[in-house]
């Protein structure tokens, strides 16, 4: 098999995998904590697909560094073989806001177990799930 | 791409799987955390392959030191272990 | 021109957000009067620009960066979304007013309240303006931050639990959008939802009904439609009351635009009428069911709420003319008439610790202004003349009559029965059950009255001239059918 | 029984979404996007900056990072909100706080550290517009320099007075040099510097300014984030239930 194409079966499967293995413990878990940890896994396999699909073979970093520029001469040349920059700026956004909502989550979290001294999902039901 | 790279990626996927599964399976969430922050540096290892290092940095350092600081602190004052 | 610009709408209240604890130490009551100079400007900049695009037929675009649709991010002011920024600067403007001295609290907290309530505001704002699918994303987290932040304001109630709930539906909602703005990229290599609806054909139709299956599901999560919308009832009910009527009339509405404008713009409208149709009248009939059976006041407000919201859907689905223009008004009267309904249920059971109805009962005596206004907001969302919902209902039904929809209609009258039913139930406690006498009444504030008094005046004005606003909204109806227009607005082709 | 039904449900679905996914070309038969084409032409032509990314996050799709930083400044209010407790029950568990301090060479490492964290993390954001880095990574290194402060000394605590004043102003800068371009005639984010010769420290227009100043608010929001959270950190049978 090619190379290529054994890469994109590895890193199509993984991020789906991650993906739908966050989103299974966010369906199934019953621990507050362990839910949350659920949906960061979600994000990283999500952030993982978009930069995947973002790749070109032979690509290089989308940075016109001297070093690059030395090699290709020319601008144009060098913005051929780079990668699709677009999907990287979209995941650094996506990787902040990630991290902002896991941290109201986890306060979330600890305010509800001071309220009701558990993490068990089960236990906090005043209001109907 | 050379054949060393696909066979660490190829490794690097099956790992992230087991990371994941693992982290999803485990009732010690101390354990379970620290191993979501393997998943970041796996998938921070990744994005250099994948030549995204602006990303690749970012995630270093939010997935694999901030995250898995702020769930542990939580941890610490609730409850370890799920039940 | 620098003294209107549609970017102000979002730039602004971020720079005053980021500033208001600054200008709390210059000066404690800063943090009040700033939000509201800030919300009576844009309600001055809305209604001339509005007028604007009206009397020329211009659009306001923003292109950021100076780069050209395609390439960069831009803003859309035009007929459709220039019609739902007014009416959420006007709620804005009451909802600050309404909220002004809510609550003598600690200070911090005040701050925290207007610097939330702000961005969620300029969150709604901006996924009804902006022209990229991505950007929109960034402004449905941020209004969705915002709201969990709001959800869990108060330590006395269970709004760590709904918000938790809500975090959960919403992170969920925005994997989804997520992957479906990934799709539409990776095969048409743009994010600006013009460029989009223009080559929208090129896609493989399998990855198109994925994308917008996507789509469709996260966005809907934001409008609250049928089977994920289990965080909304407790989001209302445990937020603060003003916030209750937020959640009602602008995040909800904007979550409903994203929708429609999916539906409508950027993904062919013929094949998915029909989808957008039975998830309508599926939330409609689901909510209204459930509403008749709540006996928390705040509650039975949500639950009629979504099932306004499925209301409207079902008259978008027509994908005519006359359905839209009903949809556009149903939206705009259901803000409206809504947020009177939170504003002045949330005075009724300001001292009930559970606001259950009974609670609130004789309150037509001890309280008769706000039990008043609450009745008069009752009368006018089931639809009754001299009020504005009557005009809505009355051009929904007509839009049904001219799809010969017979069953419909029959549908949508008991429908309203229901509504008349539950919503009777409350006035008639209000009025001629004797006080229980459990809890001490709470007068308003005078700045809530005035907002309260100003919302019931608007509603009646345009109930008895609805002309006042039926210009702007044909405008609107016509802007939003137009595909070509919007592609042309854009993009500049 | 529901966890079969999810199991299968989320199988179902991933596998379905896998296919989707799979459909798409990758590497080889892949073309690069129409705007990222664009990008990846006009940002050393036009606006100057080495690195294509940085030209996208902060002027391309600048808007965009916009929202961000408020993201995590609602991130940081709301947490506030949420964990906000009476100035009384705050002193009365800050004095109970253990004094137990991390080990000597935590410490001394840390005495060490924390500069050279804190420069690295400068470093990174100031060539935001030449290196891979900028204002959200060196802002996270900065912050994971306060975090080993914290962890190190138990007894330090964050000044929140300065923490205020910066994340306000720089969040106020970036919003503030958004709007100078529409003062000036040209459009939101717009640049209106001059934009200097492609590799240079001082390129790329006001691009390097807004990227110091989101590293200066990001790092300011996340050791606002890390302090609220840590300042919680209590025993755990010193904790107050049932408030």
């Known amino acids: 098999m090619d190379n290529i194409l054994i890469l994109k079966i590895a890193f199509i499967g993984a991020s789906i995998t991650l993906l739908f293995i966050g989103l299974y413990a966010v369906l199934t878990k019953r621990n507050l904590i362990k839910i949350v940890l659920g949906l960061s896994i979600m994000d990283n396999g999500l952030n993982l697909l978009f930069i995947t699909m973002g790749f070109v073979k032979h690509g290089t970093a989308p940075i016109f560094s001297p070093l690059v520029m030395e090699k290709l001469k020319t601008v144009d040349a060098a913005a051929q073989v780079m990668v699709d920059p677009v999907v990287q700026a979209l995941v650094l956004t996506a990787i902040v806001i990630g991290f902002g909502v896991t941290a109201v989550a986890l306060a979330l979290v600890l305010r509800l177990y001071r309220h009701h001294n558990t993490t068990n999902i089960d236990e906090i039901r005043n209001l109907k799930w | 791409m050379s054949t060393i790279i696909t066979v660490i990626v190829v490794i690097g996927a099956l790992f992230l799987v087991a990371a994941a599964i693992y982290a999803v399976h485990k009732k010690d969430l101390v354990v379970a955390t620290v191993a979501t922050s393997v998943i970041s540096l796996v998938l921070s290892a990744f994005y250099f392959i994948l030549q995204a290092p602006d990303v690749a940095l970012t995630e270093a350092a939010i997935g694999v030191a901030l995250t898995t600081i702020i769930f542990i602190v939580i941890i610490r004052n609730t409850k370890r272990f799920e039940d | 021109m620098v003294a209107v610009n549609p970017i102000y709408y979002i730039a602004l209240p971020l720079f005053f957000a980021f500033l208001l604890p600054l200008f709390g130490k210059i000066h404690k009551e800063l943090i009040r009067i ?60 009451l909802v600050w007013l309404y909220s002004y001295r809510f609550k003598k609290v600690e200070f911090d907290n005040a701050l925290k309240y207007f610097v939330l309530l702000m961005l969620v505001t300029a969150g709604s704002m901006g996924i009804v303006m902006t022209g990229d699918i991505f950007n929109q994303f960034v402004f449905l987290e941020i209004t969705g931050l915002s709201s969990y932040g709001l959800t869990a304001y108060y330590r006395g109630r269970d709004g ?334 | 029984m529901k966890k079969l039904i999810a199991l299968i449900f989320v199988l179902y679905i991933g596998v379905e979404m896998f296919f989707v996914f799979y459909q798409i070309p990758f590497g080889m038969d892949r073309v690069q996007s129409k705007v990222g084409k664009f990008y990846l032409e006009h940002s050393p032509k036009d606006l100057k900056v080495a690195n294509a990314v940085t030209s996208i996050v902060v002027n391309f799709r600048g808007f965009d990072t916009l929202g961000e930083v408020t993201v995590l400044f609602i991130a940081t209010t709301a947490l506030g909100s949420i964990l906000f407790r009476s100035r009384k029950v705050h002193n009365r568990l800050n004095s109970k706080r253990t004094s137990v301090e991390a080990s000597m060479i935590v410490q001394v490492a840390g005495r060490f550290l924390v500069p050279l964290i804190v420069l690295l993390g400068a470093y990174v954001f100031i060539h935001g517009h030449l290196t891979p880095g900028g204002g959200f990574q060196g802002g996270v290194i900065i912050a994971t320099g306060v975090l080993f402060l914290l962890l190190a000394y138990r007894q330090f605590s964050v000044n929140h007075e300065p923490i205020t004043w910066i994340e306000s102003l720089a969040g106020a800068t970036f919003a503030g040099l958004g709007l100078t371009g529409i003062f000036v005639g040209k459009t939101f984010l717009e640049n209106f510097l001059g934009t200097g010769k492609l590799n240079d420290l001082l390129s790329g227009g006001i691009i390097p300014l807004i990227y110091i100043a989101v590293g200066f608010k990001v790092a300011a929001e996340l050791t606002g984030i890390l302090d609220t959270i840590l300042s919680i950190s209590v025993p755990v049978e010193e904790t107050e239930n049932q408030n």
């Open chain 3, 34 to 93: 700033v939000p509201g100079l800030l919300y009576a400007y844009f309600l001055g900049m809305s209604f001339y620009m509005l007028r604007h695009v009206f009397v020329t037929g211009q659009p306001y675009i923003v292109e950021i960066a100076g780069w050209k649709a395609p390439w960069g991010i831009n803003l859309v002011f035009d007929a459709f979304t220039g019609l739902i920024i007014t009416f959420i600067s006007v709620l804005a403007f």
């Open chain 3, 160 to 493: 760590a639990e709904a918000a938790f709930k809500y975090l959960l539906i919403g992170s969920l909602a925005s994997t989804f959008v997520l992957m479906g703005i990934l799709l539409i990229y990776t095969q048409l290599g743009t994010l600006n939802m013009a460029d989009i609806a223009r080559n929208i054909h090129l896609m493989k139709p399998s990855l198109k009904i994925a994308a917008f299956l996507l789509l469709f599901m996260g966005f809907g999560i934001e409008a609250e439609m049928f089977p994920m919308n289990g965080w909304a009832p407790d989001a209302y009910s445990q937020a603060p009351g003003p916030i209750g009527a937020v959640f009602a009339s602008m995040t909800s509405k904007a979550g409903l635009y994203a929708l429609i404008r999916l539906t409508f713009t950027i993904f062919d409208f013929s094949s998915v009428s029909k989808l957008l149709f039975i998830m309508g009248l599926l939330t409609l009939l689901f909510a209204e069911g459930i509403a008749l059976r709540q006996e928390k006041i705040k509650r039975m407000l949500a639950y009629s709420s979504i099932g306004q919201i499925g209301l409207i859907m079902v008259a978008f689905s027509f994908n005519t003319y006359l359905g839209v223009f009903a949809g556009i008004f149903l939206m705009i009267n259901h803000a409206l008439i809504k947020s009177l309904l939170f504003f002045s249920a949330s005075y009724l059971a300001y001292n009930s610790p559970k606001k259950y109805i009974k609670d609130i009962q004789g309150f037509g005596k001890v309280m008769p202004i706000t039990s008043f206004l609450f009745a008069l907001g009752a009368f006018a969302i089931i639809g009754f003349p001299p009020f504005s919902g009557f005009w809505s209902k009355f051009y929904f039904l007509l839009a049904a009559a001219q799809k010969h929809y017979i069953v419909l209609i029959v549908l949508i009258l008991s429908v309203s029965l229901v509504e008349l039913v539950y919503y009777l139930r409350v006035v008639h406690k209000l009025y001629f059950a004797k006080p229980t006498g459990d809890y001490e009444p709470h007068s308003p504030n005078w700045n809530g009255m005035l907002a309260m008094i100003l919302l019931a005046l608007v509603i009646i004005a345009i109930g008895v001239y609805p002309d006042l606003v039926t210009h702007y909204i044909d405008k609107a109806a016509v802007m939003i059918m137009d595909k070509a227009q919007y592609i042309h607005n854009s993009l500049g082709i």
